[in-house]
């Protein structure tokens, strides 16, 4: 079985995209948050700039650095502000 992750998306990304979930292949066992928000970015250019947006693995709010490995949940959201 090819590596592969969970994506979950939420709010306006998710109606960006069309979709609120899908799996993502990776092209190894893991890749970086930032890689994936680019593979995003091509795949949904809507989605541009693709870096803005925040990412949660397994329901913990990460950085863009942290490393995704397979079998991960990655929830992809707008950043949300507070006032």
Known sequence: MDPAIQLLYFARVAEMTGRRAEAWPL????????????????????????ARLKLAVNQTHVKATVTIKAGDEVAVFEPVTGG
């Open 27 to 50: 092209p190894d066992d893991s890749v970086t948050g930032l890689a994936l928000l680019a593979s995003l970015e091509q795949r949904y250019p809507q989605l541009a700039p693709a």
